[in-house]
């Protein structure tokens, strides 16, 4: 079907869309009809956010481009000015790599500026997980990311069903399921004894014990409160005092303040319960997160891959608010009473069933068919015209 | 219902926006509620667009702020850029001005860069003519716009249903119709006889008597086939050799060739039908399509303005496919005998009856309704999932 | 001689421009002739600085621009792109406030982007600081600043002949000294008791004590050895373990690689010796300059200031190399051991006398007169020239 | 001496860059221990300018990256963010890259975009034309560029004299004369009948005959007042009617100015006398101007080149002042009376002798040499110290 061999770029802007990408990456890579082409972008190229695309390199994948876009502020402007250097920035990128299909995951700032850079270039665009309702401002990216995507790759049955009520044409929305099912399942939860030994600050840490993962990201729409919330969280867990896992917070505009939030905390307490790390690479926190009692905060990671292992959840405050999610999770108002509670609960049910919700471990292999059989066009249309 | 004096930013990124937007504008300066911030971005400061931002002046409107955005190239990835400089550039005036509501219209990328920085920045967005269908990349970039927007004012019963159907919640969609409509209706044809010996370049044209309007844009999803499409539509016209009042094309990447067609046409051939223009005021604009005996091209101000002054319209391509018209137009591809067919078909027709289909004349004062009584809110969510 | 009042833009990039700059500053304000514009730029407006913004404003000024350019990523690429998004915001804010010149001060990258813009707008430059000689990539900025700038003032006598061997016209170079200098010699060295109870992280620290105060910034043209070259101060500073006032560095490439080798060394060590700080105001910095038994590390400011206070001084690597200095410092490698014998004998020998090298204290006068007197030109000329 | 293979990025930032820079790319690609990459930017990617990157592959060269830059505006802070929209995009390419040195030319805001970011990025720069003296704001940004170098290729004895003077190391100045002398010379002046019949827009122009060359650029220091200097020169030029072939000008700051004078004049007038190009290759201008009775404007290639040819020139306006010239030049104010006189007399002159002012056409040569044997350092420092 495809005459000659199809160049697909597929952009990474941060640690969480190389955890649910590699399973397609490789896909690509192992088909003789496509050419990988790997753009890693925004958090991943930094430090302070533990380097991802270190781990991109370890897992045996050239990265063809780097895009450096972040503008420091940590302010709602700042964000905008990101997205702002991010398309001149991918635009010159496509550009150069002149890619057949850009592929790009989620709705993140970053992301935006990709599939806009793309689309305007007249380079199809496919887009997994669209479709999905959240709250932060990632709400109106993911959807807009949409109207200017070729191909769809949401990850449920209710995503495929939004997307294609939001006026897409249905023979380019497939729900394929979200690629992260395709290894989450089989993984075992080895990790080594001294793993947290060697990574992140903080006290002592065993993988062998039992522990809670939090991860708290800012709600953009809510900017200018995020001090007050990451306070109740961190008091919950301060009186809680079991040994825990927490990744520091993504770039989103407020996360200045929760970062600065925990390192105050530290400052002027004893915290040996507290272990924070930058960033795990995508097994590792996979397992971490089959393994811990309770995963505690508001990454879509909690509701999505925990479904995939049955872990028990405490959703806090409105990030996630209107995502789809299994029966394992508890959803609290950022307050700490709500929060131990949630979490006591949590840790006395244990695990739970796991679900089909967000697929069945073979979106990777769906979505090669897809990118494969596509037939390229440029001219998108609102759907509704041709049914009317 | 408001406490105190509302902010509301009016966006204007070129000559069109500004032909529309104007009695909105009007408006909002003589409701006491409300403060009037104006700024002028992309063309509409450029000496070889006709600095449209002198006309608004001129008007009596403070400009408040200016946006220069444009990367040259006329080529896909230049377009790119200009976004990602318009979106740095937007939010640095957003910071500025700190208005408690940016109001913008249409589809252009540079309202697109205005629309991302106003949202990231959670300003509260009103967007005036979402839910239309065309082509070109307009037709993603508006969708895209709609999701970014909290308040919204489609022209056309259709527009706001499909803008609903795509998941705004009901109750921030308004069907206020087209506010060029507020006046065109009105407006007698009267034009000073000496007009165009004082603006713009080529033939002697007289607005006394019968001449052709043009306007021609590229089609940005076809770009590299502009040079051949404008050819057959020069050759059309060249051959009737009636006066024919020509406006230069907009900046989107392919319109250099579009240019370059023209004034090689004017090069090589002696070409008196042919009278050339940068920019006309609003009203000047709209007085000529009213008089005009037949509006050519592809802007769409033939399809939406039309319908108040029941001018007959040859619309070439497929840059507005998909848009709702009256019954006013006459649709042919890029070919020099279907255009002239269309036009002598015109021509003979005469004037048509006017028509609602892009609203009643009321449109200003229904937005200015709607703006003073807006709660802002900054969380968006697609309305699907509270029918769920 | 002034017709008008003068609108002079006063530009702050650092913490550092700022303590130098507050005496030119006050006396603008003072001067019926002058009106004081401020832009605030940089890691001024950053949290993790400390956002000096603030103490100008504390300190009545009022900002009347803000500038973000800090592009994430502490590698020299994006040390560039900082420069350039700097030059276009740059050149937003003066276009907006049309000063009728521009001040700045010094060699910093952010600086330049000033200057650049400025240039090229044709708005008059004013320098302070230039012709001085120092290590890092601030060597090759300073004197291309000196080529855009209109007039200099330079704080010492070998710097103005510098200047004016460069080709600068005599008529335009005034050594004034450095306006730090204005006030440093007449404050006093009281602190409040709890200072630093209040102020940074780390062990306890008294200013009534004695202590050690350390800047230590990368060396842009030694980019990649910073981590080396920190580990020396720190086991230096470790086996002398007296209390020490740290500053956190600048965001110059390599900035990233100093932090994390103190957050290290916090982590794994009790390290009571150790008080860390964002940023001071100047006046308390200043005061900290001149209490301290020993300033170690290479900032300018400590080969600068402390000639008005006569401050033992450790200097160590290449940052500042070939920039003139009193006979109270020593300069050694970044070895340990070196660092280590030099503060002993610095403490040992205690307080130098002070020096006029960087000044006499008038310099704030002396440059008001020089800027109101200015006749403004735009067009440079190499002065060799008029010479030849 | 040098070890491995040198890769060096030569950028061309406008059609005048190439004609000087092309026989030291000759001579990169001719050498086995020197690899040439080859960046185009700015005016070099734009078709109103003729798109000379089109010249540059036709002769064999391969692009190994492009920057587009230009942000449209033709005023003095749209010129400002041009060159920081290149900091950003230059940095892009010299990141993927990766020379060992960049070489370029002139005074350019586009080369001073290319020279901070190689500078700033520990890329040893080389930087040919430094040390001459001009108008405009290229002569600040020749002699900033000349302080972010590391390698100094001046044209004439007195650049190179100056060039140390400001304190630049003598061991890395090289007075190796023009490489535009490397070829000039030996041109011979043939030209195809046709070659203006197929090339720009005006009045017939044949080779054969007697013909005047005009090139005149706007002057960013004296912007706003272009429009009456065109003038002047625009009516001198009439009066004279003479064949003339006109080059458009570049893009600076008033160019448009410029532009539109020619073009309003060609829209009332009948000039069959005057024949515009955007562009000619590098040895096609030569010949013309080896050919043109009479050169007139204020190109930099009328005071350079024309030493070659001996040449007749009429320098008009402040852009060269300052300039090293030869004996073949008379310079006029922008006053059509003088220029009519000046032209006059120049014809009557005839041909000059030719002169080596420039060089002895082995610069390339000398170059390559010393690109060779280049002993790569990164720390710059005034030069007064040592001699101190």
Known sequence: MVESVRRVCAVLVDRANYGRMHPVMRAIQADPDLDLLTVCAGTMLLERFGQAEKIVSADGFKIDGRVFLEVEGSIPATMAKSIGLGV?????????????????????????????????????????????????????????????????????????????????????????????????????????????????????????????????????????????????????????AQPTLWIWPNIDAGADDISKALRTYREHNRADWLHLVKNLDPITFQKCLKKTICAIGNSSSFIRDSTFSGTPV?????????????????????????????????????RYPISNLYGDGEASMRMIEKIKSFQPYRQKMLHYVSEN
């Open 88 to 240: 001149i920035e991918f635009s010159t990128e496509f550009q150069r790599l002149q890619p057949d299909m850009v592929l790009l995951i989620g709705d993140r700032y970053e992301a935006l500026a990709a599939a806009i850079a793309a689309a305007y270039m007249n380079i199809p665009l496919a887009h997994i997980q669209g479709g999905e309702v959240s709250g932060s401002i990632d709400e109106s990216a993911r959807h807009a990311i949409t109207k200017f995507a070729h191909l769809h790759f949401p990850s449920t049955k209710r995503s495929a069903e939004f997307i294609t009520r939001m006026g897409e044409r249905p023979d380019t929305v497939f729900n394929v399921g979200c690629p992260s099912g395709d290894y989450i399942r089989s993984l075992d939860t080895s990790l080594p004894a001294d793993l947290f030994a060697k990574t992140g600050v903080g006290g002592p840490l065993s993988a062998d014990n039992p522990f809670f993962l939090v991860i708290y990201h800012p709600v953009t729409t809510h900017f200018g409160s995020e001090r007050q919330q990451i306070q109740q969280l961190i008091d919950a867990l301060a009186e809680l």
């Open 314 to 350: 405490v959703l806090v405050g409105a990030r996630q608010t209107g995502r789809e999610h299994g029966g394992n999770l508890i959803a609290v108002p950022p307050q700490k009473r709500s929060i131990m509670d949630a979490i006591r609960s949590q840790v006395t049910h244990g």
